[in-house]
């Protein structure tokens, strides 16, 4: 078939690689548009462009799949659209222009966390097992019929960028035998069932870590937020960056964000057992060891969230 595949972070990478590599024929790659990063700004080309690029795809650089975009799409013909995190709706009239429609590789078990976090709002919610979905775009929010899914146990401690790169890899398997299965006219799907629950795009807020939660909701907010957009918390009202941190064995008891440091290891009190900070970045400054971070601080007791 002839697919038009929209997609932008490094999550849609994989994607697109499979289907490039496939019988079928990517004509287009539709991606936003250069952003700036670094300290620089730097414009910098998406994920998506750089490999598209590297394999020699058209690339289409818009930020609005708005009558200009569709109407360039059109005149490809294509038969399927294929998006994955692209990052924009797709809306009519485009939603009905490839022959069979689209379909969107989501990072939940439909109707679990439609939106567009799921990874993260998944690990934050404490949620054991996530997985990946295939479904048929419509106009409501991942609202379509499902082809197939992919279920996946999440590791212990994993972060949403370990669950992320592995549902990526997982996932474009699952996208191509789908795409497959429209090409040869065997593909079903099937409603979703069940309440749907909702994953909102993160904010830097939702990184603060509350120290007053027990140990395990504070370990599934790290988790759910590493490395974007970052983990943190205050200590007399500087902002440090929470990089790594684990379960304390044998600790003493701490209040909540209270902070003890014995030599290389630093115990933060929650409302639980005591969590070890292992790595932290206070601002302005690069990574460092929580021992000498803590080493440093001028307060006598010292408290996070403070």
């Known amino acids: 078939m002839r697919l038009v595949f929209a997609g932008t972070p490094d999550a849609a990478v994989p994607s697109l690689e499979v289907l490039a590599a496939s019988a079928h024929d990517v004509v287009e790659v539709v991606t936003r548009t250069d952003a700036p990063l670094g300290r620089k700004r730097m414009l910098t080309p998406s994920a998506v462009a750089r490999a598209a690029q590297e394999r ?17 799409i059109a005149a490809l013909q294509p038969d399927l659209g294929v ?3 692209y990052g924009g709706l797709v809306r009519e009239p485009l939603l009905s222009t490839p022959r069979h429609g689209w379909i969107n590789l989501h990072f939940s078990l439909l109707p679990a966390w439609r939106g567009a976090a799921p990874v993260q709002r998944a690990l934050i919610a404490g949620d054991a097992e996530t997985g990946a979905s295939v479904f048929r775009l419509v106009g409501a929010l991942d ?3 499902v082809y197939d899914e992919l279920r996946y146990r999440v590791p212990p401690l994993a972060t949403a960028a370990r669950v992320l790169d592995d549902l990526a890899r997982l996932g474009a398997d699952l996208l191509l035998r ?8 065997t593909a079903r799907r099937v409603a979703q069932t069940g309440e749907p629950s909702y994953a909102a795009k993160l904010t830097a807020e939702d990184g603060r870590l509350d120290w007053a939660a027990s140990a395990d909701e504070v370990l599934a907010r790290w988790r759910g937020t ?12 500087a902002r440090v960056k929470v990089l790594d941190i684990h379960r304390a064995d044998a600790a003493p008891a701490l209040k909540p964000g209270h902070l ?6 630093v115990l933060v009190g929650t409302g639980t057992d005591p969590l070890v900070l292992r790595t932290v970045q206070p601002a302005g400054k690069g990574a460092m060891v929580a021992g000498d971070w803590f080493r440093g601080l001028r307060a006598t007791d010292p408290v996070a969230g403070s």
């Open 83 to 85: 998006i994955v995190a």
């Open 178 to 185: 789908v795409v497959d299965s429209i090409a040869d006219g």
């Open 56 to 72: 020699g795809l058209p690339v289409r650089k818009t930020d609005r799949l708005d009558a200009e975009a569709t109407d360039g």
């Open 260 to 265: 003890h440091g014995d030599g290389a290891t």
């Open 226 to 237: 590493t490395p974007e957009p970052g983990a943190f918390t205050t200590v007399s009202g």
């Open 143 to 145: 609202a379509g019929d």
